[in-house]
């Protein structure tokens, strides 16, 4: 069974930075794509990284690029979310998923994937001054 913890939010100013860590259990990270999400409230839940199972596939939404890096730690099968100069807007509780076992584009999860029911906790981000 395919589980994750994601973890490293908080309130920040803006300006500010975070990692966010989405730690898997049960598969390895080197065996998946795997997609950062968020969902703000009111809004649809959106792609805002993916990343394919051997790393070199990578896709960032408009908002995030220049500004957020996922990358994974295979060591400690983890897959992290750097993100630098954090806006308001930016603020959104943040998921990490798994693609299918037969997914192999980042840019294909990140655009399909949102609109998945099966999330867990997440972790919320919160940029304001």
């Known amino acids: 069974q395919l589980q994750f913890v994601e973890s490293g939010g908080g309130l920040v100013q803006p300006g500010g930075s975070l990692r966010l860590s989405c730690a898997a259990s049960?598969?390895?990270?080197?065996?998946?794509?795997i997609g950062w999400f968020r969902q703000a409230p009111g809004k649809e839940r959106e792609g805002v990284s993916c990343i394919s199972s051997h790393g070199r596939d990578i896709k960032y939404s408009d908002s995030a690029k220049g500004r957020f890096t996922i990358f994974k730690d295979y060591a400690k099968n983890t897959v992290y979310l750097q993100m630098n100069n954090l806006k308001p807007e930016d603020t959104a509780a943040y998921f990490c998923?798994?693609?299918?076992?037969?997914?192999?584009?980042?840019?294909?999860?990140?655009?399909?994937?949102?609109?998945?029911?099966?999330w867990g906790q997440g972790t919320q981000v919160t940029v304001s001054s």
């Open positions: 998923a798994a693609g299918l076992p037969n997914e192999t584009s980042a840019h294909h999860m990140c655009r399909y994937y949102a609109s998945n029911e099966n």
């Open positions: 049960g598969f390895p990270v080197g065996d998946y794509v």
